[in-house]
C-alpha cells in the first residue's frame, strides 16, 4: 500500500512542480467549482493522507528531545508540546489547499470529476486498496522476467561470438604459419 502511496505523492509533487514552472503567479484564475473538484479527486486518492503523521511525529519526536535535554521537565514539556501541536493543526488546511490548486492547474474541472468519480466508486477504491498488492506482483514478475532477457541476451551474444571467433581461429592461425614459414625460409636463405 506504501508503493501506491508513494506513487500518488510522486505524482503530486510532479503536478506541483510542473506548475510552479510553467504558469506565472496568478496566471491562471481557478473558479470555486474548479477548486471543489480538485478537493473531492485529492479527497478520492487520497493524495494527502500520508501527511497526516507530520504534527504528531514532529510533537513527539520534539518531546524525546527536549525530555532527554531536560528529563525533570517532562510534564512542562508534554503540555507544552501538546499545546502547540494543536495550534498548529489548523495548518492541515494550508496543505489540502495547496494540493487542491496544483491538481486544479494540471487538470481541468471535468478531469477531476471523473477522477474523484472514478475512486469513489468501488472499481475505484478496489485499485486503491488492491493496486500496490498488483504492483508488488508486476515488479516481482518484472524482475524474473528481466533477469530472463538479460541471461538469454548473454547466452545469445556469447554463443555467437564464439562461433565467429572459433570461424576465424583456423584461418589466422595457418596465415600465422604461413607467414612465419615464409619468414623461416627467408631466415634460412639469407644465412
Same mark, same amino acid.
Given at each position: ?11 503530486? /509533487? ?12 496568478? /496566471? ?11 478537493? @473531492? ?7 494527502? *493522507?500520508?501527511?497526516?503523521? &507530520? ?26 508540546? $501538546?499545546?502547540?501541536?494543536? *495550534? ?7 496543505? *489540502?489547499? #495547496?494540493?487542491?490548486?496544483? =491538481?486544479?492547474? &494540471?487538470?481541468? #474541472? ?8 472514478? =475512486? ?9 486498496? $488492491?493496486?500496490?498488492?498488483?504492483? %508488488?506482483? &508486476?515488479?516481482?514478475? /518484472? *524482475?524474473?522476467? %528481466? %533477469? ?8 545469445? &551474444? ?6 565467429? /571467433? ?12 604461413? #607467414? ?10 639469407? @644465412?
Amino acid at each position: 500500500m506504501n508503493m501506491a502511496k508513494n506513487v500518488r505523492h510522486i505524482a503530486l /509533487a510532479a503536478a506541483m512542480a510542473l506548475t510552479a514552472f510553467t504558469l506565472p503567479a496568478g /496566471a491562471q484564475e481557478i473558479s470555486d467549482t474548479h477548486l471543489r473538484a480538485a478537493r @473531492q479527486a485529492i479527497t478520492a486518492i487520497n493524495a494527502t *493522507e500520508n501527511f497526516d503523521n &507530520v504534527l504528531p511525529q514532529a510533537a513527539q519526536a520534539l518531546k524525546s528531545e527536549l525530555i532527554q535535554q531536560s528529563p525533570n521537565l517532562v510534564d512542562l514539556i508534554n503540555a507544552t508540546v $501538546d499545546e502547540k501541536a494543536l *495550534e498548529l493543526a489548523s495548518r492541515r488546511a494550508d496543505l *489540502e489547499r #495547496e494540493a487542491a490548486l496544483a =491538481y486544479a492547474r &494540471v487538470f481541468s #474541472e471535468e478531469d477531476l470529476n471523473n477522477i474523484a468519480n472514478f =475512486y469513489n466508486s468501488e472499481t475505484g477504491k478496489k485499485l486503491l486498496a $488492491d493496486g500496490p498488492i498488483v504492483t %508488488r506482483e &508486476v515488479l516481482s514478475a /518484472a *524482475e524474473i522476467w %528481466r %533477469r530472463g532477457i538479460v541471461r538469454d541476451l548473454t547466452q545469445s &551474444v556469447t554463443e555467437q561470438i564464439e562461433a565467429a /571467433a572459433n570461424a576465424q581461429a583456423p584461418a589466422s592461425e595457418s596465415n600465422g604459419t604461413g #607467414e612465419a614459414g615464409n619468414a623461416g625460409d627467408s631466415n634460412a636463405t639469407g @644465412q
